[in-house]
């Protein structure tokens, strides 16, 4: 069954680097999200992505963040100077028409 | 800012019984979504739910979109072990791309 791929499983990072999120969307989704869920706490919306731009996007998506689709297949999340704060589970999703979601096993980001 | 609170919590149950969640906002949605999250994991979706009233089955699952669509349920019948996880329910308003996701449920089954 197809599926949503997400690399790295974790990356542990220094306060002020950047890190790159990568994500391979199921192949024949047309919709491409960023969640996050830090540790314990509900699943949170980042930025959706729609016809090579961004559709939408939350108060938390500032811009130190930013996402590409650079080849047609991945999906990546760029966070420019990471901050303590940004610990947390990072989850791509991605959908045909914008209704039924389906995510990867995420990316657990972890800024000391 | 919009919010999804589910209820309970968290519950503890026998395997073998049955299981009520619902999910409520002040808010109307147009799409709600139903998803299992395990330990490190993603969520997993369970069932999708369009229409006010409808009543959609997964196997042992059964989500209601609710009358009012400010409300979702979800039912498992006949729990098993390999039900504990969190439940998270996702709304969508129409003319977005942001689903809202609930607070989750967190179920626990004692065999």
């Known amino acids: 069954e197809p599926e949503v791929t997400q690399t790295p499983s974790h990356q542990v990072t220094q306060m002020g680097q950047e890190v790159i999120l990568r994500c391979v969307p199921i192949s024949n989704h047309l919709y491409f999200y960023w969640y996050r869920q830090i540790l314990g706490q509900k699943v949170e919306f980042l930025v959706s992505f729609y016809n090579n731009e961004i559709s939408e996007k939350s108060e938390i998506f500032d811009d130190q963040f930013s996402v590409e689709r650079p080849d047609g297949s991945n999906f990546t999340l760029k966070i420019r100077s990471t901050k303590l704060e940004d610990s947390a589970m990072y989850f791509c999703?991605?959908?045909?028409?914008?209704?039924?979601?389906?995510f990867g096993e995420g990316s657990r980001l972890t800024v000391l | 800012g919009q919010q999804l609170n589910q209820s309970p919590q968290s519950m503890f149950i026998q395997e073998g019984e049955d299981v009520s969640m619902n999910c409520t906002s002040s808010?109307?949605?147009?799409?709600w979504l139903w998803y299992k999250q395990d330990p490190g994991e993603g969520p997993v979706l369970l069932i999708a739910?369009?229409?006010?009233?409808e009543l959609t089955s997964n196997g042992r699952l059964t989500a209601q979109f609710g009358i009012t669509r400010k409300d979702s349920f979800l039912n498992i019948s006949a729990s098993i072990p390999s039900d504990v996880g969190i439940y998270f329910c996702a709304g969508l308003t129409s003319g977005t791309y942001k689903y809202i996701f609930g607070t989750g449920t967190r179920l626990k089954v004692l065999a």
């Open positions: 739910l369009y229409k006010a009233g």
């Open positions: 999703a991605s959908a045909v028409n914008n209704r039924e979601l389906f």
């Open positions: 808010s109307i949605f147009n799409t």
